[in-house]
Every structure is written in structure tokens, then in C-alpha cells.
T-cell receptor, first 116, second 111 residues
Framework: GAVVSQHPSRVICKSGTSVKIECRSL??????MFWYRQFPKQSLMLMAT?????????EQGVEKDKFLINHASLTLSTLTVTSAHPEDSSFYIC????????????FGQGTRLTVV | QKEVEQNSGPLSVPEGAIASLNCTYS??????FFWYRQYSGKSPELIMF????GDKEDGRFTAQLNKASQYVSLLIRDSQPSDSATYLC???????????FGSGTRLSIRP
């Protein structure tokens, strides 16, 4: 399958600071990228969908001013958690899809964020 | 009603047997169906995808799709302990703009 690289894999930050997570498609052009959050023993929760060059579409209940998503190129999307709080501690995972339509999405390795 | 439903399990299957995982979805216009495997603390990895009614086989895995019943399943033959994981069913909606995941079924293969 295609390769999606997510960085960093693990980050610890202080409450009130911002954290940026990068998601790169290494061997294909990702027209769509998805950002998910997963709490322990729970399902993946879709946070937002972004298409290259356009604004992200956020799911209901996700604060777009707190979770800033940028999809500036066909190979890179970033998620910035602004003014992080302990309740934002979670496993954040990106996935990328190569073309519009029904193709499968491939996941990055995930980022475990701990806010202290 | 959830868009994609799975039994959370755990489903316990003896080594060497067939594991059967099931999933139902609510959007009759759904176009694509995926099975992902997720080990604890890791991100999901794609196992199978299926677009058309019927069966699709890949090694020990068989995906089955029945659009009339809005049902998709995954069979794992000759189950191995390394198959123990959470299996996520995922579906693209009729607009195909996003992929919706079920909550996952935890599978445990006992030696």
C-alpha cells in the first residue's frame, strides 16, 4: 500500500502551548486528507476532512479555531492544536486518499499527544 | 442509528479456526467498503477493500459484501495469534467525500 508518514510520533507539551503535527504522503499525491482522534479503547473519531488548496471541513463539535488544519500541497497536511489543555491529550491520526472518489485511504503512524 | 455498526466483542476464536467479523451500514448509497486492522497503540492498516457485491479473497482473508442487506463481513481463515487485534469496518458514504468507521471488533485468537 501507499506510504503516509506522520510526525512526531509522540509529543509532550505544557498546557497553553501549541503543537503542530505533520502528515505527508510519500509516494502518491493526496487530494484528500483526514484527521482523526482516538481516546483509549474508543473508536476513531473523524475531526476534519481537507482537500488540497481548500479550507478543511470540520465535523460537528470540533472547534476549528482550536484545531487548525492546513493542506497546502498534495503531499502535506498539518494539524495544529492551539492552546492545548490536558483534555486534548489523545492519539491523533491522519489518513490520506490519492484521488477523489472511492479509493482507499492510508494511515500515518499516529501522534500520541500528552498535555501536562 | 450509527452509520456503521460493529459488535465490539471481544470475539474469541481458537487458533486455526475461521474468524467471522460482521458490519452493517445505514447509508444505502455507500460505494466503498474497507476493513482495517489496528493493533493496540498503533494506527490502522488496510487489509481489504471491496466495491461490488459478492466475495473478494486475498490470502487468508475474504471480504463479503451484500448491498441489499447493507452488510459487509470479513472472514479470516486459519486464524493465527498474530491476528489478535481490533478490526475496523469503514464505509464511504454516497457522496464518497469521507470515510466513516465503525467502533471496531476486538478479536482474540487463543492458542
Amino acid at each position: 500500500g501507499a506510504v503516509v508518514s506522520q510526525h512526531p510520533s509522540r509529543v509532550i507539551c505544557k498546557s497553553g502551548t501549541s503543537v503542530k503535527i505533520e502528515c505527508r504522503s510519500l509516494d502518491f499525491q493526496a487530494t484528500t486528507m483526514f484527521w482523526y482522534r482516538q481516546f483509549p479503547k474508543q473508536s476513531l473519531m473523524l475531526m476534519a476532512t481537507s482537500n488540497e488548496g481548500s479550507k478543511a471541513t470540520y465535523e460537528q463539535g470540533v472547534e476549528k479555531d482550536k484545531f487548525l488544519i492546513n493542506h497546502a500541497s498534495l503531499t502535506l497536511s498539518t494539524l495544529t492544536v492551539t492552546s492545548a489543555h490536558p483534555e486534548d491529550s489523545s492519539f491523533y491520526i491522519c489518513s490520506a486518499r490519492g484521488r477523489r472518489g472511492v479509493s482507499e485511504a492510508f494511515f500515518g503512524q499516529g501522534t500520541r499527544l500528552t498535555v501536562v | 442509528q450509527k452509520e456503521v455498526e460493529q459488535n465490539s466483542g471481544p470475539l474469541s476464536v481458537p487458533e486455526g479456526a475461521i474468524a467471522s467479523l460482521n458490519c452493517t451500514y445505514s447509508d444505502r448509497g455507500s460505494q466503498s467498503f474497507f476493513w482495517y486492522r489496528q493493533y493496540s497503540g498503533k494506527s490502522p492498516e488496510l487489509i481489504m477493500f471491496i466495491y461490488s457485491n459478492g466475495d473478494k479473497e486475498d490470502g487468508r482473508f475474504t471480504a463479503q459484501l451484500n448491498k441489499a442487506s447493507q452488510y459487509v463481513s470479513l472472514l479470516i481463515r486459519d486464524s493465527q495469534p498474530s491476528d489478535s487485534a481490533t478490526y475496523l469496518c469503514a464505509v464511504t458514504g454516497s457522496s464518497a467525500s469521507k470515510i466513516i468507521f465503525g467502533s471496531g471488533t476486538r478479536l482474540s485468537i487463543r492458542p
